[in-house]
T-cell receptor, first 115, second 112 residues
Framework: EAGVAQSPRYKIIEKRQSVAFWCNPI?????LYWYQQILGQGPKLLIQ????????DSQLPKDRFSAERLKGVDSTLKIQPAKLEDSAVYLC?????????????FGPGTRLTVT | AQSVTQLGSHVSVSEGALVLLRCNYS??????LFWYVQYPNQGLQLLLK??????LVKGINGFEAEFKKSETSFHLTKPSAHMSDAAEYFC??????????FGSGTRLQVQP
């Protein structure tokens, strides 16, 4: 079974530029999550989708961050314009709907450096 | 509301020694609890999970954790550390269909 795929793995941009990250979840997983992990901290949820609907985006900085999940499969996270404090690893995860634990499977992440 | 506190941002043990990583949670409803491991430049890998079936949970690579409701704890242990265990470990909690809430992580160093 293929895991969660993310691209690119690394990205370096200057502040005020825009950037986009892509995630392909495990086949059949209806729920998709984007987390931001700043160096030295645990991951923090940015947005949670179920199919192509948003379940929770309360911690997404909506003035600069946007995300979509068209057709309930792949997802794209965009930052425009980027700030220095956006330097972090962006993790995508997916899970099935149902089951006792809603276990989440994580991709390798995209490391963003904003200079 | 749900939260997790990991005591000790860095833990150092000798190879072959006991590993103990501490995690305390806060939740208004019965939680699901998880431990994840993260190796450098990699994503998160699930070590073990508590889903109310048994209080002592065994995971991969010889790790286990015990859910103690009275202490609101879910500490991670391994009887004998190996060099390959050096990594960052994250405790996480979730309730219902919410996303995971992670602790700040504990970096484990294993000395030869």
């Amino acid at each position: 079974e293929a895991g969660v795929a993310q691209s690119p793995r690394y990205k370096i941009i200057e502040k005020r530029q825009s950037v986009a990250f892509w995630c392909n979840p495990i086949s059949g997983h209806a729920t998709l999550y984007w987390y931001q992990q700043i160096l030295g901290q645990g991951p923090k949820l940015l947005i949670q989708f179920q199919n192509n609907g948003v379940v929770d985006d309360s911690q997404l900085p909506k003035d600069r961050f946007s995300a979509e999940r068209l057709k309930g499969v792949d997802s794209t996270l965009k930052i425009q314009p980027a700030k220095l404090e956006d330097s972090a690893v962006y993790l995508c995860a997916s899970s099935l709907v149902g089951g006792d634990s809603y276990e989440q499977y994580f991709g390798p992440g995209t490391r963003l450096t904003v200079t | 509301a749900q939260s997790v506190t990991q005591l000790g941002s860095h833990v150092s043990v000798s190879e072959g020694a006991l590993v103990l990583l501490r995690c305390n949670y806060s939740s208004s409803v019965p939680p699901y609890l998880f431990w994840y491991v993260q190796y450098p430049n990699q994503g998160l890998q699930l070590l073990l999970k508590y889903t109310s079936a048994a209080t002592l949970v065994k995971g991969i690579n010889g790790f286990e954790a015990e859910f103690k409701k009275s202490e609101t704890s879910f500490h991670l242990t391994k009887p004998s550390a190996h060099m390959s265990d050096a990594a960052e470990y994250f405790c996480a909690v979730r309730t219902g269909r919410r996303a995971l809430t992670f602790g700040s992580g504990t970096r484990l160093q294993v000395q030869p």
